[in-house]
């Protein structure tokens, strides 16, 4: 098999596990975070409005369709049907690397096709590190990008049969996309998580945004591992359950991050507003939305969306917020897996529990996870 079509099996089989896993998630940190339930704290859900500030953009919805996928035949149908419900919704919409056709400008159409679908909407264009910046241009200028994910993965390449195992150069080639990017550069891990010393690093790098990408969604590490079956080399099964989950990252995360997105796990709209409560601007959505469109393609994900965004209006209603950055004033419970990864990292557990009753600072809306600095865009 030639390298192109080996890679271009490799995204359908990415495909297919995905959706696999989707039947047997493993037991999610987010049911280890609780809310304080105050009952007369609600207001209407017609105060509520779902639109989110990330960086320099304003987004309709705090919720949005993450990096999965794009290159082959089957791929394009994927992108495609989701392009068209973010079309017809207004999320913004994120495509899986386009490595493959920077490299095989016959990959193209399985990513153009989202930008004919939705020529108005928000889009991300994703690239992976060790790109060069000529590179990260000619990512953006293909889909008429309006920012650029630039995935880490180094978990995932130890795993991959065919993947690199040198890391040694990614923080050089990250500062060299930022630098040449035409569009703000999101960093994002593939579901292993970012730690808070990552996003220290990246933040001096000048990155602007940051999706965690926590362990307990899509797992590349199993995936990888299992197509093993058909190659060779060592079982990487040792290495189950590695990395963070997306609420520890975001629990732990520094004051001075970059803005933070959340991913990895998010199964229902009630995990969304977790997450937005724990400091994440917006929530990326990928494993959920896939099985969607599989089984019913964008005549099916239109109306999820739109029972998720009225969920989720629902629900901060209940709490008490009119917008998601209110979310910030509700009081955390944080038990079990994730509670042990905060007390042992320092997360001050009872603070977060009363923040509620914590004086708002006159100059400046609280953050989720750290009061009194909301304002982290670079």
Same mark, same amino acid.
């Given at each position: ?37 105050? =009952? ?29 996928? $794009? ?83 180094? *978990? ?25 990017? +035409? ?62 989950? =997306? ?21 229902? +709209? ?31 994900? *239109? ?16 709490? $008490? ?25 320092? *997360? ?19 953050? +989720? ?10």
């Amino acid at each position: 098999m030639s390298h192109d079509l080996h890679r271009a099996a490799r995204k359908d089989d990415h495909v297919r596990l995905a959706e696999e896993q989707q039947l047997r998630l493993p037991p999610s940190e987010f049911d280890d975070l609780e809310f304080v339930h105050h =009952a007369l704290g609600g207001v209407s859900t017609e105060e509520v409005e779902l639109s989110v500030q990330v960086h320099r953009w304003r987004w309709p919805t705090p919720f949005y369709v993450n990096g999965m996928t $794009g290159g082959t035949d089957l791929t394009g149908r994927i992108n495609r049907e989701l392009a068209v419900a973010a079309r017809e919704t207004g999320m913004p919409m994120a495509c899986g690397s386009v490595s493959i056709a920077l490299d095989d400008p016959d990959a193209a159409r399985g990513f153009t096709v989202i930008r004919e679908e939705n020529p108005d909407g928000f889009v991300m264009a994703n690239l992976g590190a060790g790109r060069s910046g000529e590179d990260a241009v000619r990512a953006v200028e293909l889909l008429g990008a309006d920012a650029l994910q630039l995935h880490l993965n180094a *978990v995932q390449e130890t795993a991959m049969p065919e993947g690199s195992r040198d890391f040694s150069d990614w923080r050089r080639s990250v500062a060299e996309v930022v630098a040449a990017s +035409p569009v703000p550069v999101v960093v994002k891990e593939v579901g292993f998580g970012l730690s808070r010393s990552t996003l220290e690093v990246l933040a001096d790098l000048g990155v602007p945004v940051a999706d965690v990408s926590g362990r307990g969604g899509t797992d590349f590490l199993s995936i990888e591992n299992a197509r093993r079956d058909l190659l060779t080399g060592p079982d990487y099964s040792v290495l189950s359950g590695f990395g963070q989950s =997306a609420l520890a990252c975001l629990l732990d995360a520094p004051a001075h991050a970059p803005v933070l997105l959340a991913s990895g796990g998010v199964r229902n +709209p009630f995990d969304v507003v977790k997450a937005l409560a724990s400091g994440a601007r917006a929530v990326g959505v990928a494993g959920t939305f896939l099985k969607t469109v599989l089984d019913g393609g964008a005549e099916a994900l *239109v109306p999820l969306v739109h029972a998720w965004a009225g969920q989720t209006a629902a629900i901060l209603a209940l709490l $008490g917020a009119r917008t998601p950055a209110d979310l910030g004033r509700t009081d955390l419970i944080v038990r079990g897996r994730l509670g042990e990864f905060c007390r042992l990292r320092g *997360v001050d557990l009872v603070q977060l529990s009363q923040r509620s009753s914590a004086p708002r600072p006159s100059w400046s809306a609280p953050s +989720p996870a750290h009061p009194g600095n909301e304002d982290r865009t670079p």
